[in-house]
């Protein structure tokens, strides 16, 4: 005989397990969104609109909430998927550089 606390799902299971989309990283593109949505308009209400510039402020951007929604507990899947775009925008960045200054 079971009990009805027994047969009920546990509520505090973790999201990624159950194939959910996590919080943390509605939270994540929600905001880099956002982002990348106000620095288009103020760059071109400023009229310096150009691919750099604005590659250059959607990445500072992305570091910055990159960080407001680290992960607390542990590291899960899709942080490790974050982490590989950083390093590719690095990479975008490091030849930015170079290209003005060359």
Not at 47 to 66: A, D, E, K
Request: glycine fraction near 4%.
């Amino acid at each position: 005989m079971t009990t009805e606390m027994e047969s009920q799902p546990n509520d505090d299971t973790d999201t990624e397990e159950h194939g959910s989309f996590p919080r943390d990283l509605l939270l994540l593109c929600c905001g880099q969104a956002f982002w990348m949505v106000g620095l288009l308009l103020v760059l071109i209400s400023l009229n310096q609109w150009s691919r750099q510039q604005y590659f250059i402020g959607s990445f500072l951007g992305f570091m910055i909430i990159r960080l407001l929604f680290a992960p607390a507990e542990r590291k899960q899947h899709w942080w490790n998927a974050t982490s590989m775009v950083a390093w590719l925008c690095f990479a975008i960045f490091v030849l930015l550089i170079y290209l003005r200054i060359s």
